[in-house]
């Protein structure tokens, strides 16, 4: 655990002291049981809103950066994922949830940035792809100089990068 840097706020989320943002503790999956397309990701945001989840209707799909600000590179921590894998993010949140995040990256209309919490890399896939694909909402503004820490994320195997384009 990343002593003091992730608070559970007690209504299911999380605050992330470093980058200040704040995080659904659980993500679609827990929610769903299911694997999401991208559109079902967007819907899953809209309804998110419309309830005012946590008291907040500001909750988006979180950039690549914001889904790589919660990968533990050093792997202090790690929660198992639904098939009981190990993946790199802090204690906080929720067992049993998915290895990976659909983000606002897009590529056209037709491919959207996954980040994977498992490898702690990441690439563009086909939006209608529903192979072990999640969503964890985010809100708030990442602290400039804690993205600056992040460094370049590795792309994963299989999976569009920009550079390829």
Same mark, same amino acid.
């Given at each position: !655990?990343?002593?003091?840097? $992730?608070?559970?706020?007690?209504?299911?989320?999380?605050?992330?002291?470093?980058? @200040?943002?704040?995080?659904?503790?659980?993500? *679609? /999956?827990?929610?769903? &049981?299911?694997?999401?397309?991208?559109?079902?990701?967007?819907? /899953?945001?809209?309804?998110?809103?419309?309830?005012? $989840?946590?008291?907040?209707?500001?909750?988006?799909?979180?950039? &690549?950066?914001?889904?790589?600000?919660?990968?533990?590179?050093?792997?202090?921590? *790690?929660?198992?994922?639904?098939?009981?894998?190990?993946? /790199?993010?802090?204690?906080? $949140? #929720?067992?049993?949830?998915?290895?990976? =995040?659909?983000?606002?990256? #897009?590529?056209?209309?037709?491919?959207? /940035?996954? $980040?994977?919490?498992?490898?702690? =890399?990441?690439?563009?896939?086909?939006?209608?792809?529903?192979?072990? =694909?999640?969503? @964890?909402?985010?809100?708030?503004? !990442?602290?400039?100089?804690?993205?600056? &820490?992040?460094?370049?994320?590795?792309?994963?195997?299989?999976?569009?990068?920009?550079?390829?384009?």
């Amino acid at each position: !655990m990343v002593e003091g840097r $992730f608070v559970d706020n007690g209504d299911g989320t999380v605050t992330d002291t470093h980058s @200040r943002l704040m995080w659904m503790q659980k993500d *679609s /999956y827990l929610e769903f &049981k299911d694997n999401i397309t991208y559109a079902k990701a967007k819907k /899953y945001l809209k309804r998110r809103n419309e309830e005012a $989840f946590a008291g907040h209707s500001d909750w988006r799909l979180p950039s &690549k950066d914001e889904a790589h600000s919660l990968y533990l590179r050093e792997k202090e921590a *790690s929660i198992l994922d639904r098939y009981e894998m190990l993946i /790199y993010i802090d204690p906080v $949140f #929720t067992e049993g949830c998915g290895f990976n =995040t659909w983000t606002s990256n #897009t590529m056209g209309s037709i491919n959207a /940035y996954v $980040f994977s919490f498992a490898s702690g =890399t990441g690439g563009h896939t086909d939006v209608d792809d529903i192979l072990h =694909t999640s969503v @964890r909402l985010v809100r708030g503004t !990442m602290d400039p100089e804690f993205k600056k &820490k992040l460094g370049k994320i590795p792309p994963r195997k299989g999976l569009y990068t920009s550079e390829q384009r």
